[in-house]
């Protein structure tokens, strides 16, 4: 019989985990040793806002751009939309035929503006079948030179984490595997993966067990197919519980207990009242269960939060001491909220990696959150949220917690 356990809790309650028969942190403990100890001890000391060494403790890559999806608490499907509404108007109209006579400036029933163009978007996705990509969304893949580059420079740094998925769907690139061998052997310890699972094939989950990852996350945020289709519109629900039962039947057949498997549950308006369910659901089958609150963003469909403060105080993330992301393009990110995407305009990894967490807009940025005049872009992101961050820096980066025995959060080394 398993057993599931509530291990962590922000104190402010925007992220919960759980896991199957307390095995997710030991096998973890146990596969790495004192190097993910002191990975996650480290983690946590930079969480204070002190020091942030030399180099991010991960870095988190999108090696290839969009998504497939239309979920409603992602800005990507607003802004496909806008783009192909900017496209449309700014391509070349058809010459009138001479017998067309004179066409209405609008339509019946045309509308302009946002609303219009979203419109437009999603008209532009009708018809495709759920998880075959949506012909809109063009992607544009990192350069695998500078990839190498990166793991090269983590190798010289011993850099313990690589996420992927970092706003973005990590398997709709075909080099997933290929990818995740590369950062493997190139001596990071915790190599990630975040997906929507959509493009989960068997093959996929094969090669990816093949490849030394670490830990498969797999973003579900529903209990059923109707939940599922209000929240992850032209997700399909029936392939996604398909895919994950192949992975599990792939990681059985071997024998392994790698990649360790996280599910994660969004509270949207979509699942009100499913987390029951889905909890029950995964109890026992995936090694750890997340629960988050949503990080309201502008382009999102999610209600928008009660207006700021005015003047904002200060704001408790830390994540800039402790993870960078890096774009296809070669751009960087400070975080893993899309708040925080403009906070580094113009800064790239082409320099290195060192260069860019030490200098510039990094060190800034650090200043400016451990005073008391963060940027607007993170007051909104600490408001919008009930605490900013993702689970893996949950406690606003300050690490992972425990819960005790009398109920409270406490700081665990992990
Ligand atoms: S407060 Fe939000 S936007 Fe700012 S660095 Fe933290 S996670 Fe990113």
């Given at each position: 019989?398993?057993?599931?356990?509530?291990?962590?809790?922000?104190?402010?309650?925007?992220?919960?985990?759980?896991?199957?028969?307390?095995?997710?942190?030991?096998?973890?403990?146990?596969?790495?040793?004192?190097?993910?100890?002191?990975?996650?001890?480290?983690?946590?000391?930079?969480?204070?806002?002190?020091?942030?060494g030399?180099?991010?403790?991960?870095?988190d890559?999108?090696?290839?751009?969009?998504?497939?999806l239309?979920?409603?608490?992602?800005?990507?499907?607003?802004?496909?939309?806008?783009?192909?509404?900017?496209?449309?108007?700014?391509?070349?109209?058809?010459p009138?035929?001479?017998?067309?006579g004179?066409?209405?400036?609008?339509?019946?029933?045309?509308?302009?503006?946002?609303?219009?163009?979203?419109?437009?978007?999603?008209?532009a996705?009708?018809?495709r079948?759920?998880?075959e990509?949506?012909?809109?969304?063009?992607?544009?893949?990192?350069?695998?030179?500078?990839?190498?580059?990166?793991?090269?420079?983590?190798?010289?740094?011993?850099?313990?984490?690589?996420?992927?998925?970092?706003?973005?769907?990590?398997?709709?690139?075909?080099?997933?595997?290929?990818?995740?061998?590369?950062?493997?052997?190139?001596?990071?310890?915790?190599?990630?993966?975040?997906?929507?699972?959509?493009?989960?094939?068997?093959?996929?989950?094969e090669?990816l067990?093949?490849?030394?990852?670490?830990?498969?996350?797999?973003?579900?945020?529903?209990a059923?197919?109707e939940?599922?289709?209000?929240?992850?519109?032209?997700?399909?629900?029936?392939?996604?519980?398909?895919n994950?039962?192949?992975f599990?039947?792939?990681?059985?057949?071997?024998?392994?207990?790698w990649p360790?498997?996280?599910?994660s549950f969004?509270?949207?308006?979509?699942?009100?009242g499913?987390?029951?369910?889905?909890?029950a659901?995964?109890?026992?089958?995936?090694?750890?269960?997340?629960?988050?609150?949503?990080?309201?963003?502008?382009?999102?469909?999610l209600?928008?939060?009660?207006?700021?403060?005015?003047?904002?105080?200060?704001?408790?993330?830390?994540?800039?001491?402790?993870r960078l992301?890096?774009?296809?393009d070669?751009?960087?990110?400070?975080?893993?909220?899309?708040?925080?995407?403009?906070?580094l305009?113009?800064?790239?990894?082409?320099?290195?990696?060192?260069?860019a967490?030490?200098?510039?807009?990094?060190?800034?940025?650090r200043?400016?959150?451990?005073?008391d005049g963060?940027p607007?872009?993170c007051?909104?992101?600490?408001?919008?949220g009930?605490?900013?961050?993702?689970?893996?820096?949950?406690?606003?980066?300050?690490?992972?917690?425990?819960?005790?025995?009398?109920?409270?959060?406490?700081?665990i080394?992990?």
């Amino acid at each position: 019989m398993t057993a599931t356990t509530l291990v962590h809790r922000d104190p402010g309650g925007a992220a919960s985990l759980y896991e199957t028969d307390l095995r997710y942190t030991k096998l973890l403990e146990g596969r790495f040793g004192e190097r993910f100890l002191s990975y996650r001890r480290a983690w946590r000391e930079r969480s204070e806002g002190g020091d942030p060494g030399d180099f991010p403790l991960s870095l988190d890559i999108s090696a290839s751009s969009g998504c497939q999806l239309d979920c409603v608490m992602c800005p990507l499907p607003r802004r496909r939309a806008a783009e192909a509404a900017a496209a449309k108007a700014a391509a070349p109209s058809k010459p009138a035929r001479p017998d067309a006579g004179a066409a209405p400036t609008a339509a019946p029933g045309h509308e302009g503006g946002a609303a219009g163009s979203a419109r437009a978007g999603r008209r532009a996705g009708a018809g495709r079948k759920a998880g075959e990509g949506n012909p809109g969304a063009k992607r544009r893949l990192m350069d695998i030179g500078l990839f190498r580059r990166l793991m090269d420079e983590g190798r010289e740094r011993s850099l313990p984490a690589v996420t992927f998925g970092l706003g973005s769907e990590p398997l709709l690139d075909p080099r997933a595997p290929e990818l995740v061998r590369i950062a493997v052997n190139s001596g990071v310890m915790d190599v990630r993966l975040g997906t929507n699972g959509q493009a989960l094939t068997r093959e996929l989950s094969e090669a990816l067990a093949d490849s030394g990852l670490t830990r498969l996350e797999v973003s579900v945020d529903a209990a059923g197919p109707e939940s599922y289709a209000r929240a992850r519109p032209g997700g399909d629900w029936r392939r996604l519980l398909a895919n994950i039962e192949g992975f599990l039947d792939v990681r059985a057949k071997r024998g392994l207990k790698w990649p360790l498997l996280r599910v994660s549950f969004l509270k949207l308006p979509a699942n009100r009242g499913e987390l029951p369910l889905f909890k029950a659901a995964w109890e026992g089958r995936a090694d750890m269960i997340s629960v988050q609150e949503p990080i309201w963003f502008p382009e999102s469909l999610l209600p928008a939060p009660p207006p700021l403060p005015s003047p904002p105080g200060p704001v408790a993330c830390r994540q800039p001491w402790q993870r960078l992301g890096v774009l296809e393009d070669g751009s960087l990110w400070p975080c893993c909220s899309w708040h925080g995407e403009r906070l580094l305009r113009g800064e790239t990894a082409e320099g290195g990696v060192a260069r860019a967490w030490k200098f510039g807009a990094m060190a800034s940025l650090r200043l400016a959150l451990a005073g008391d005049g963060p940027p607007p872009a993170c007051a909104v992101c600490a408001s919008a949220g009930r605490a900013p961050g993702c689970p893996e820096g949950g406690n606003g980066g300050r690490g992972m917690g425990r819960i005790s025995a009398n109920g409270e959060a406490r700081l665990i080394d992990r």
